[in-house]
């Protein structure tokens, strides 16, 4: 039985409507990340799962329990659906300690003290807390504030737990480190989860299953890797990735690819959704598949390199031909010149 299952979810936000008819359905241990542009709908949807928010239409199942339908008019109010929240802001009460914020779900909840002090130990210590049970919010680190709020909602061992950019206001080393020791704990736990998050990296860092959700209905769903090695349209596969764009018209058709025609140039590409010849058409390759080439041959271009970028673990190259800018990756600055730039066919997506 799924651990949770959300049926044609609508929903309206002044005269907005926000979700229109979302599904989804949670396996036990599974993590669904929720992937989208801002207003894509995505919050709405959590908070509709939490109970923050009343759908015009639709029925979400947690386990046996409804705990939403809107033609039997059933809601079970946020409290009662134990469900872990975990906020952008970490909602941490600034005036208790850290134990105290851990255990107020419990404290809520009616349990016992021992139970409370040995099920708060047991969490802080797997989450690297214990020595700061007695410190203050405002005494502990961005990271470590992060784990408390993560603490306070997995202390009651909900069925689901639900996170909402819980990685944001984290700095840019703090995230990438956070996702990792995260993904570890959902493993190590077997953590249902659903997570909210417009970045799409920590998406597919942390979940099993992405659902990309555009103007309220979901654009594509699958494995981090389906939704990056298989766009299933432009706007998935400019979504994902870093991306070089390049439009034309379909000059022609063969064996299930496609040439696109630009100003100046020909490329064949594999065609990704239905397009006639002559029609006007829009090509992704992502930056780490645009490779430099030694010399004229299928599928390259001659392009002006007019300068490198320096990254860090890379150099980004600039290059020009025409109205038409690319960017490609190397691990060396190269000097300004005419240079070949090969857009290898398979990787070349044709929309």
């Known amino acids: ?60 199942t947690l386990g046996d329990r409804t705990v939403f339908d809107a033609d039997r008019r059933i809601e079970v ?6 469900l872990g929240l975990v906020f952008q802001s970490y909602a941490l009460w600034p005036n208790r300690t850290v134990f105290a914020n851990v255990a107020y779900g419990l404290r809520l909840r009616r349990a016992g003290d021992a139970d409370v002090r040995r099920r708060v130990g047991e969490v802080l210590d797997r989450l690297g807390l214990g020595k700061f049970a007695e410190r203050y919010p405002h005494q502990l680190s961005g990271g470590q504030q992060q784990r408390v709020a993560l603490a ?45 998050t417009h970045d799409q990296v920590e998406a597919m860092a942390v979940a099993d299953r992405v659902l990309f959700l555009r103007d309220g209905r979901i654009e594509q769903e ?14 998935t596969a400019d979504f994902m990735g870093t991306n070089n764009r390049l439009t034309g ?23 990704c959704s239905p397009i006639g010849v002559g029609s006007a058409s829009t090509a992704f390759i992502r930056l780490e598949r645009t490779r430099l080439a030694d010399g004229s041959g299928e599928n390259r271009l001659a ?18 031909r025409g109205g038409l800018r690319v960017r490609a990756w190397g691990r060396a600055p190269l000097p300004p010149g005419e240079r070949w730039v090969e857009f290898p066919a398979d990787d070349l997506w044709l929309f």
Do not use: C
């Open 249 to 271: 018209t379909l000059g022609a058709m063969a064996d299930g690819r496609g040439r696109l025609d630009g100003e100046d140039f020909g490329l064949w590409g594999r065609l």
């Open 303 to 320: 392009m002006r390199l007019e300068t490198s970028l320096y990254l860090g673990e890379r150099w980004e190259y600039l290059l020009t």
């Open 77 to 82: 109010p946020p409290e009662k659906r134990g």
């Open 152 to 196: 306070r909602a997995l202390v009651y061992q909900p069925p689901v737990l639900l996170l909402d950019e819980p990685l944001s206001n984290l700095d840019a080393k703090l995230r990438e480190e956070a996702r990792s020791w995260l993904r570890q704990l959902i493993l190590q736990l077997q953590i249902s989860a659903v997570y909210v």
């Open 222 to 235: 699958g494995t981090p890797q389906d939704m990056y090695e298989h766009p299933a349209s432009a706007i």
């Open 1 to 60: 039985m799924p651990e949770l299952v959300v049926e044609q979810i609508h929903k309206r936000l002044g005269g907005n409507e926000v979700l229109k008819g979302v599904s989804l359905s949670l396996a036990r241990g599974e993590v669904i990340a929720l992937l989208g542009h801002s207003g894509s709908g995505k919050t709405t949807l959590l908070r509709s799962i939490a109970g923050l928010e009343t759908p015009d239409a639709g029925r979400i």
